[in-house]
């Protein structure tokens, strides 16, 4: 652990976690186990929203893999909500309306109303907020808002504000608008016309603010695993969890939540602060990144998800209650379990095994060999292994998942293949990916451990084909249109079609091979080193239309 005052670290190969003022800044990993870390993938772990604190005291114990924050401090949300409604109050000239609630603890942050404007958009109004103690009435904040939409929530935002007594007013009505309300009380309150109370109705309104909790966040560092813990919380104005009044927070409160970096604006996920591709949950729910760019996401269930990274290395969470929230400035996950596996012995050439299976996190480990078209036409959530050899067409028309064979595999691997990964240990036939395609997100990939059959990538529309061992055959990438081929340590040119041509990688090549690399590797626990020091050339079509002198038009 690092010695500066509240800073601390705490490594074991596979993670390096980091940290100040109680909060973990710094998650890095070596998918290998061999303290080579990469990139920061995260903005904080905490429990709950953090709170920085220079008082936190960090604590290493003698293994050196667990980590200990004492009096970690973190806010916990708190709210009061009525947002039930039979009627429209309407605010006409001269008049306000109000309504009166009670924070009981913690800090206030912003008041919500829901608006009526029997159908206009050109009425404007003043909400105002003050704090009532006795007989003297505060403003703490006021703001008027213009262009009013029928049915819309607006949001007074104020500064953090201590609980208490407050009363929320409209005022200064321009054209025709009001407040949804309700003919019942049903919280601790009073609806008001002119100050004056109205007896059986509430307002429609929410109340958003924090309370601050403390306690003590664990981090235990085991092999490739890493578990959060937060010991028995409190709230941070009760002077001791034994004190009797009211020291438990609620559950929600106890969650462990990550931040991770995210730009929200535009469509673009290549930007270096999005460093998760796709998510995968146990439920078989597959969300590529993109979609938390077109609408939010949020109270996703399951026993675990599975985020796939941009720069070497995936995260799983086990959890019984998971929520991704996107906003402007990050993405949370929030978290309180298991993963389902298959496996099946004497597997003798039976074919189709895995054929359209998708969803439901499942591992289908096949101890033999695989017959022609292993995983077709397989979708997400899949992870098929094969502990052995596999025939003819794995992966024949696959949209999404992954399949590992660590034995050698036969023609045609990855034939029309849309999506997803194939990873080969050995050598493989002829043919092999032929006619893969991509489109916008999902590119195929085929990684070959050893040497390849002659027509490699024959017709090959999409995707990336990664050679670690040789290229044996000839014809390769025979009326090639499309997608990329690397070849460790060169090739000859008398293996190659003269429908393509040799280029250096780039920056970009350079950095997605690595990631293929990474995944390749640590799928089949060996070390990436010797592979990422080699050189590669990149094969890439001549032109878009092989045959196209051969059509009519």
Not at 6 to 13: D, I, Q, T, V, Y
Request: hydrophobic letters at 35%.
């Amino acid at each position: 652990m690092a010695a500066n005052a509240s800073r601390f670290a705490l490594e074991n190969g596979y993670f390096r976690v980091s940290g100040e003022d109680g909060v973990v800044t710094s998650l890095r990993f070596d998918p290998t186990g061999k303290g080579h870390y990469g990139r920061n993938h995260i903005i904080s772990i905490s429990v709950g929203n953090p709170v920085r604190d220079p008082n936190a005291k960090p604590e290493v114990d003698g293994s050196g893999h667990r980590l200990f924050i004492r009096g970690a401090k973190f806010a916990n949300p708190i709210e009061v909500n009525q947002s039930q409604a039979n009627f429209a109050q309407l605010c006409g000239p001269g008049t306000t309306i109000g309504q009166t609630f009670t924070v009981e603890r913690g800090f206030l942050q912003s008041v919500e109303a829901h608006i009526p404007t029997w159908h206009t958009t050109n009425s404007s109004a003043t909400f105002t907020l003050y704090r009532l103690e006795g007989d003297k009435k505060t403003q703490v904040a006021s703001h008027r808002y213009e262009n009013l939409v029928d049915g819309m929530w607006i949001e007074l935002k104020a500064p953090d504000t201590p609980a208490g007594t407050f009363l929320f007013e409209m005022s200064d009505v321009k054209g025709t608008a009001g407040w949804w309300s309700l003919g019942k009380d049903v919280i601790k309150g009073e609806a008001q016309i002119d100050g004056q109370p109205k007896p059986n109705e509430d307002r429609c309104f929410r109340v958003h603010g924090y309370e601050i909790g403390i306690g003590d966040f664990e981090i235990t560092l085991d092999g490739n695993k890493m578990r959060t813990r937060f010991l028995p919380a409190r709230r941070a104005d009760v002077s001791s969890p034994d004190s009797g009044d009211e020291p438990s927070l609620s559950k929600d409160a106890l969650q462990t939540c990550i931040v991770f970096p995210w730009v929200k604006s535009g469509y673009d996920t290549t930007n270096e602060r999005i460093v998760f591709h796709h998510f995968l949950t146990s439920e078989g729910l597959y969300m590529p990144v993109h979609q938390f760019k077109r609408r939010p996401w949020s109270g996703v269930s399951g026993s675990w998800v599975l985020m796939s990274g941009r720069f070497g290395s995936d995260l799983k969470f086990p959890n019984a209650s998971i929520h991704l929230h996107f906003d402007e400035d990050s993405m949370t996950m929030v978290f309180p379990g298991g993963e389902r596996e298959i496996e099946v012995d004497g597997v003798n050439g039976q074919r189709y095994v895995a054929a359209g299976f998708r969803g439901g996190g499942v591992r289908l480990a096949l101890r033999g060999v695989a017959g022609n078209d292993l995983a077709c036409f397989m979708g997400p959530g899949m992870l098929v292994e094969v502990l052995g050899n596999a025939q003819d067409g794995a992966g024949n028309t696959m949209g999404a998942g992954k399949v590992v064979i660590r034995g050698r595999a036969g023609d045609i691997v990855g034939y029309a293949m849309r999506g997803g990964k194939i990873f080969v240990g050995g050598d493989v036939g002829y043919r092999v990916g032929i006619h893969m395609k991509a489109y916008q997100d999902q590119v195929p990939v085929i990684v070959i451990g050893g040497n390849t059959g002659s027509f490699l990538g024959e017709y090959m529309a999409g995707g990336r084909i990664v050679v670690l061992g040789n290229i044996a055959g000839d014809w390769t990438g025979a009326g090639m249109h499309g997608g990329a081929i690397y070849i460790r340590g060169g090739v000859s040119p008398h293996r190659l079609s003269p429908d393509v041509r040799v280029c250096d990688l780039d920056d970009s090549d350079w950095a997605q091979l690595r990631e293929d690399i990474w995944q390749y590797c640590r799928s089949f626990e060996t070390d990436p080193d010797p592979f990422l020091a080699s050189s590669f050339v990149k094969l890439i079509p001549r032109r878009l239309r092989p045959y196209g002198d051969q059509y009519a038009h």
